[in-house]
């Protein structure tokens, strides 16, 4: 009973609970309950939307489940992202090659119990065989053959067109299809012959021309002879044979049943036993084994002895022998088969090892029978015999193993299974057990209805149908071919040969279903006689190398045009039998009915048992002429009225493009799937290519003599036929581009009804034009490959670097007809050809238009040109030439790669510099180089990205690199240029040499260039090979551009800048560079930064043309006062890095934070000078600062001169503790704290410009005068009493300001200058009027007078003395010798006093 099939996964919507999709559309636009129940209402618009008519046949929706099951998942997988149209037309063929591979495997439908045939006549158009030829008996053979005496054999070596014939002990072959073939005979055996067989021999025993063994049994010995079969010009076999020398003698047995193996062993049987025995030879004799043995595998000693149990039982002996032995090299596997019906099974294993696996009898075959059918059948009874074992290789079915054939004409169908299956890590692959697995009954002799009586399909196996009886032979071919010899009790002495195929398009098109069905297409022939042997002609049929999809004719029904060939041998000739492929049974049954009707009935009938897309591929197969072979004795299945029946029937029936549900989002042509009729041109496309298309191309080997060989993988016959039937069908589809949907162009969109509608047939149009491309490049990629293998592949080979190599070992077809990096090493071997031809001598003209028009795509006319220039170049590199005709080529060879510069290989590029550079033609490799550069960024994108600082991650990046490459040729054509130049003088007798002036033409190429990428590009190459003075030798605005650049990056690259500027004399923009430096970021030290702006100071103040007086003094200013704040950060971190109150990970800090980049005056000040006490740095800060609070300025100086004084005593106490311990050892002792501070003075009034803010006299002279009273700084420690006063006037300061600071101090009286203190201060003022007026004196002039006001000061000065003579001067002059003096200096004084007053400075002088 019939089940309706469970759906994998329940529907949205179809049960309760369950969301549906319904939400997003009204009720009567369910798309569930559309799917769910069918209604007779017109479409929802949620449905795929179908475009156009269909011609009134209604065949682009699919009326069957699986059908619409597989539209379904080819909607899904036509959603993908745009492609280009060879990589999507690839993409379809891959598609359609996959699901070719995805053909069920025998087990899967090969099940259970089956009668399933369609039986027609032969010669109905659907008959799944033909008769092609009868060739009979030749008359000599006749001859031979009545001359007989003791027997005769027949039998077929089908596969070498040969029969042969044995009588009595003569053995003769003929090539049967030669129509007076000449015998040859082998006549030398002294018995009578009992069997033939033609076997494989074993490797490296025989000579290379020995293709096959001949074994030749007779009663008293069995030997070999070598057969050599050639192919024959006019397509046939030509053999010869060979002695061997090799013979056994039988010794009391007999060989009748032979077979071998594929590696060469001989098994056989006799009719007395049903011992399995191994002819065993090998090429030379050894010690202790001759050249041939004989082995018994089945034999046991101790058999002779004990005897069998059935002789036990029953007192008699069974003589049961063996009929057939038949060998499966797939699984190492020989089965035999006994008059008794019983099967044997063997594992082969190497050397010479033959262990039986499985025994199953007759009655063995019984119970498995009763197991698998439910009823008995009188045609599987205990009086069946089988007659013959067919075994299934490996390749074709995993678990299938055997078939066997009874007299009643049903197969049986066998697997097996072995312990490896069941057991962890066996070893073993021998099988262990053999089942039933399916049974073949005879087709109905009766027809029967197939449909119930609700109208639905009805399996229905007859289990009683005698059509195949009597059985007498048969045998199985792959991939379930099925012959069977059935003799009739009224003609016992002639066979009706029944043959039967799987009708592998119905198979396919069911196996989306649940349970497949067996189905098979079958006839009868009539041969007339007895056959005596059945062999296959063509080759054994796979399709694929696995179970999966290896028995799809289908899919290789173009691979060859003849099919699949058997001969059957009778006594009275060779009939020679043909598969019919599906295309020729299309192609005759539209050819054999009449009128539209007929055409319309044939086409649904074929839609209905393969589908619609095998259907419309099989229209387009025979309307490019596929149906039509054009041998003899075959019929044109083509003529013309049937190639316009199917171009109609392409045209016409091949459906609409689909849109699928957009569930709300747009529609775009990717979402289009394409109709029927592109599904079949794919399909049919697929197939012709698909022995190409995953092929290598080339194969690589050696020769006798170790040389490289190459061939092509594919045959270039098979090569030129695929590219005729691919030049067929561009010829088919252009002849009628206006009447095919999706090829009409713009004809399509006129005839869109709306948006959809147009979008479906953009998509269509599309895909059609993506095959059309993916065609063209078939065509021109074949006839490459047959071009390259006219030249001499080895040669263009060598040619190639490592990496060309290693690609053209890769490469596919499918890479050479649809993928770039195929099609542009195609390029590369084309210009190997050409420039091998060159080389030869043969015009480049001639070579490239043929190379352009058997595969333009691979040779444009660009190509064409860089051929030209190639040929130039070589032609003027030829030494006969003169010097002129020599550079008369070099340029028209610049001209031509000039011209087609755009698709200048790197290779052909760097090719043309090398020979530029080799003849000296350096200003035309420069040229050439900027010309590609210049057409690989014809937008300048490459300077743009200069431009913008070089962005990483740009794509404008690219454009730059490719540039760069061609910088780089330039580069090496002007190192070689200054090679050669330095190898040669410039000058002879005043005039200029040859490389002098090729030297002047390739720099001033350089020099004119507009291209301004490649001026920076050249002068950093300059910059990297350390010429620095090339390039500030040369006059360009690009040299600025570039170290203007630069010098904003790199501190190097600025300081040649400012080397360019100074030798160009300008000056002004030196010191620009050299300020800008010194206030950048570069990681640039403080002392260098300190130099920079000592340059750029005095740079900036030289005169420079074109700059004003304004521009010169503002910068002046600038880098002046950068360079006292940079003083400032110098001393700073020196002081800090000696510092030892800071620790070592603050100093490292400070290190980094003040080695480098100026850092502003308030961070100098509070980050580091005040916080560190650095008060001589603070005055200096307030002075480039422009700091004028005075008391801030007063306190700092107190601070400098007390912590001064501190820093001294500490000195000089460690001394004094160093010396008590060491003595004289000690060393030098600190200087006194005065020197010190003197020192400071001198050094912050320098730094400051004696600016009175920071200097102020009137505050820091008392100050300085306290100090060294009140501390002792005097004569007490050896210093001079006056120091305060000669250090301010040492500095420049004026007496009259000194004189009159002093004179506040003597009347202020404040401490410590009270009493006797006062006389220190006298001391002073005497010391400095005494200087004053001593300088007047020298200078004699008339103006040189003292004021008034002096005098009176040494008055009052010389009037302290009376009243304070006893005072106590410490550390200075004693009062008496002071009295004196002061009234010196009064004296002095008098003398250079003048009236009236005049005007007095305060300040300095």
Partial sequence: MAFPQ??????????????????????????VRRRLFRENSAPSTGQAVRFAQDHGLGFDAPTEPSEEQAIVRGLQGQNMPPQPPLAKAATYINNALAKDGEYPQLDSYCRQISSDYDVTRIDSPWAPFQKTTTYALPNNVLDQYNKAEVSTMMGLFAELNHAWV???????????????????????????????????????????????????????????LGVAAKDAPSGAKTIELYGTKMSLALKGTEAHVIAGSADGRIFFSGQSDSDIYELKYQQEEKWFTSRTDKINHTYRPWTAAVPNPSQILWGKTTNEHIVDIVVDDSRNLLYSLSNTSTVRTYHIEPPNKLTKVIEKTKDDFLRDIAHVLSVSSPLLNDRIDIVSISPISAVEDFKVHLMALTNTGCRLFMSATSAASYILNSSSQAPQSMQLQCIKFPPSDQRRSRTDRFGGPVEYTDIESKTLERSRRGVRFAPGYFLDFVTKPDQPHVDRLFMS???????????????????????????????????????PFAASGQPQGFGNELAVQFDDPNGSEFAILTNTGVHLLRRKRLVDIFALAIRTVSGDEGVKAEVSKFRSAYGHVETITAALAVACRQGDNGRAGIGRGVDQTTQDRAKQVYINFGGNPRLPEQDGQPATVEMVQPSTRHAALTLYLSRLVRRLWKSKVIGLGADAGGALTITSVIPTGKLKEVQGSVESLRSFLNANRAFIQGLSGPADLRRAGSKQEELGFQGE???????????????????????????????????????????????????????????????????????????????????????????????????????????????????????????????????????????????????????????????????????????????????????????????????????????DLIHHVLQDLDAASSREPEIIDGKPTLIATKRAEAYDVVSTSSDEVFHFDLYEWYIQQGWTDRLLGIDSPHVTTFLRRLASKDFEHADLLCRFYTMRQRYFDAAKVQAGLAKSDFPIPIKNRLTLLSKAKTNASVMTTGISRQEQQLLNHEVTELLEVAHIQDDLLERLKVDSRLSAERQIEIQEALDG???????????????????????????????????????????????????????????????????????DPPPQPYEVLVGQIQDICHRSSNDSFIFPVPTLLPEVCRYAFENAQDTRIGADVNWPIIVFLNLGVSYDLVVRVLEQMFESQEVPFRGAGRARIIEWIAYAVGQWARELSRNARPEARLEPWVSDLMAECERWFPSNISGNNAGGTDTWSLSATVSEVKRAVEGLIFSPVSNRSMGFY
């Avoid at 069905?517 to 296959?536: K, T």
Wanted: with cysteine; proline share 4%; aromatic share 8%.
């Fill in 6 to 31: 469970t759906p994998s996964h329940a529907l949205p919507g179809a049960f309760l609970h369950t969301p549906a999709v319904a939400s997003r559309f009204n009720a009567q636009q369910d798309p």
């Fill in 166 to 224: 044995t009588i009595d002990n003569s053995l003769y072959l003929w090539d049967y299809t030669h129509p007076n073939p000449e015998l040859i005979g082998y006549e030398d055996s002294q018995h009578s012959i009992t069997a033939v067989k033609l076997v494989a021999p074993k490797p490296d025993v025989f000579n290379k021309i020995i293709t096959h063994i001949l074994v030749v049994a007779t009663t008293s010995e069995i030997f070999l």
């Fill in 501 to 539: 195929a799987p009708d592998s398009g119905r198979i396919n098109h069911g196996r989306q279903t649940q349970n497949m069905r067996y189905y098979e297409h079958a006839n009868w022939i009539e041969i007339g006689s007895r056959a005596e042997d059945i062999g296959l002609v063509t080759k």
């Fill in 765 to 967: 149009h599309q895909a059609m034009r993506a095959l059309e491309t993916l065609m063209m490049g078939i065509t021109e990629g074949i006839s490459f490959v047959t071009t390259l293998f006219e030249e001499r592949v080895t040669d263009i080979f060598a040619r190639l670097d490592e990496s060309s190599r290693q690609q053209l070992r890769d490469l596919t077809y499918e890479q050479l007809f649809s993928q770039d990096s195929g099609k542009e090493l195609a390029k590369v071997l084309v210009k190997a050809i050409v420039n091998r031809n060159i080389e030869n001598g043969s015009n480049v003209e001639t070579v490239a238009d043929a190379l352009r028009r058997k595969c333009g795509s691979f040779c444009s006319p660009d190509d064409v040109v860089i051929f030209k220039a190639q040929e130039q170049l070589k032609r003027a590199s030829e030494p006969s030439l003169n010097p002129n005709t020599s550079r008369t080529l070099l340029h028209e060879s610049l001209r031509l790669f000039q011209k087609v510069a755009k698709s200048l290989t790197q290779a052909n590029l760097e090719s043309a510099i090398e020979q530029y550079v080799s003849l000296r033609y350096y200003a035309g490799a420069i040229q050439l180089c900027l010309v590609v550069a210049n057409e690989k960024d014809r937008g300048s994108s490459a300077l743009s990205w200069v431009n913008d600082g070089k962005p990483a991650g740009d794509p404008r990046a690219k454009f730059f690199d490719e540039r760069k490459v061609c910088y």
């Fill in 1157 to 1227: 980049q100026i850092r502003p005056l308030s961070e100098l000040f509070n980050g580091y000078a005040d916080q560190a006490g650095y008060y001589d740095l603070c005055l200096l800060i307030y002075h480039v600062a422009d700091f004028r609070n005075s008391t801030t300025i007063a306190q700092t100086w107190s601070s400098l001169i007390q912590q001064t004084h501190e820093n001294v005593a500490e000195q000089w106490s460690a001394y004094d503790a160093e010396r008590q311990k060491r003595g004289a050892q000690a060393g």
